[in-house]
């Protein structure tokens, strides 16, 4: 007998991809310049789980960039978080909320890393914020190089990204 479970809470990272991108975005389905229809697609429970089976948060690694060392968004960001933001307002993801989890690489010093994080993380709350985004849906946290995405290489550009995590209701 198969019984089925809720997904747990679903997850977006937000990658800043620069250069590469790496094997592990490569190979994610829910990877690169995604529409707001994908990504909303990707953030979207869309089966049950059986028991013992491991709940698996879905994800979508999006291109938001910054200038280099810094909380500025650079064009391509600015329209990647745009689709994200007419992702959030649609009729899937309208009631969600979201924490956005700032993320660095290991190059630079943890406390520098800490705060570069946190404010990338604010900027892109400041943005979803800015359109349209009800700002009671939003929590940001930086968490500099502490959880790596390519745990292989802590350095590596697909590890400065802002992760969207949908909160439970």
Same mark, same amino acid.
Request: hydrophobic share 40%; aromatic share 4%; proline share 7%.
């Given at each position: 007998?198969?019984?089925?479970?809720?997904?747990?809470?679903?997850?977006?990272?937000?990658? =800043?991809? *620069?250069?590469? &991108? %790496?094997?592990?975005?490569?190979?994610?389905?829910?990877?690169? /310049? $995604?529409?707001?229809?994908?990504?909303?697609?990707?953030?979207?429970?869309?089966?049950?789980?059986?028991?013992?089976?491991?709940?698996?948060?879905?994800?979508?690694?999006?291109?938001?960039?910054?200038?280099?060392?810094?909380?500025?968004?650079?064009?391509?960001?600015?329209?990647?978080?745009?689709?994200?933001?007419?992702?959030?307002?649609?009729?899937?993801?309208?009631? =969600?909320? *979201?924490?956005? &989890? %700032?993320?660095?690489?290991?190059?630079?010093?943890?406390?520098? /890393? $800490?705060?570069?994080?946190?404010?990338?993380?604010?900027?892109?709350?400041?943005?979803?914020?800015?359109?349209?985004?009800?700002?009671?849906?939003?929590?940001?946290?930086?968490?500099?190089?502490?959880?790596?995405?390519?745990?292989?290489?802590?350095?590596?550009?697909?590890?400065?990204?802002?992760?969207?995590?949908?909160?439970?209701?």
């Amino acid at each position: 007998m198969t019984r089925s479970l809720p997904l747990a809470p679903a997850a977006v990272i937000v990658a =800043a991809l *620069f250069t590469t &991108a %790496g094997a592990a975005i490569a190979a994610d389905r829910c990877a690169g /310049n $995604l529409d707001a229809a994908h990504i909303a697609r990707c953030l979207t429970p869309s089966r049950s789980l059986t028991i013992g089976e491991r709940p698996q948060p879905a994800t979508a690694n999006l291109a938001v960039q910054f200038d280099f060392g810094s909380a500025e968004l650079t064009e391509d960001g600015t329209r990647t978080l745009e689709q994200l933001a007419e992702a959030l307002r649609g009729d899937k993801l309208r009631d =969600a909320r *979201f924490e956005l &989890a %700032g993320h660095t690489d290991s190059v630079g010093g943890e406390e520098y /890393n $800490l705060a570069l994080s946190q404010r990338r993380a604010e900027a892109a709350r400041d943005f979803l914020q800015a359109h349209g985004i009800d700002p009671a849906r939003l929590v940001s946290k930086g968490y500099g190089a502490r959880q790596p995405y390519d745990t292989d290489h802590p350095d590596a550009p697909v590890n400065r990204r802002v992760q969207v995590t949908r909160l439970p209701p």
